[in-house]
């Protein structure tokens, strides 16, 4: 059967699409640091504490790392966090008059800022075509047979050169969701899965039955 990865790509977005309530870069960039190794729950609680009390980033780089802890504790290695938080803050205000940049190269000068955070503040907080690959953007590109890459650098490269610049941005928070809702990292629902037919990894995670 001919595979139609751009096909299949729309599908993934129409059936598992992320809304963004928030759009001001300088939260979104703060979320997505919070959001490092922790599931969504606990990011949104913690993001909620900390707006509450520093609304924006002037006011976030004159804290001191302790003020943050409690606030953003449900995320998580907030000792470390906290720092980073402050680092990226009085870097914004000293170098980029508070803002928060908007180019690639520029967002990963930034401590902390790898090429995940970068596109997902491109994409969320300015509308750019970019595409941020997780570890769900990893796992299920190469499980779909989309790519065959080692790293999620390598999935960028190759996904960009089969999917087009508009699908970017909603294909990662698409794929976030089919991730955590159906192809899980661990015992994948094949089963209810709307890309059964055409996945070459369908059904290759059953348990053995027990004799
Ligand atoms: S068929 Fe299974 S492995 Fe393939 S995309 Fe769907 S859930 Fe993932």
Redesign the pocket.
Known sequence: MKRDIVEEANKIISHFPRFHSEEDPFKILIETILSQRTRDENTEKAAKALFSKYNNVFELSKAQPEDLYELIKPSGMYKQKSKRIIEISKILVDQYNGEVPDTLEELLKLPGVGRKTANIVLYVGFGKKALAVDTHVHR?SN??GWVNTKTPEETEDELKKIIPPELWGPLNGAMVNFGQK??KPIS???FD?I??DV?P?????LKPEKK
């Open positions: 299920i499980r779909l159906i192809c994948p629902k094949c899965c890309l059964k996945c990894s369908a059904n290759q995670f």
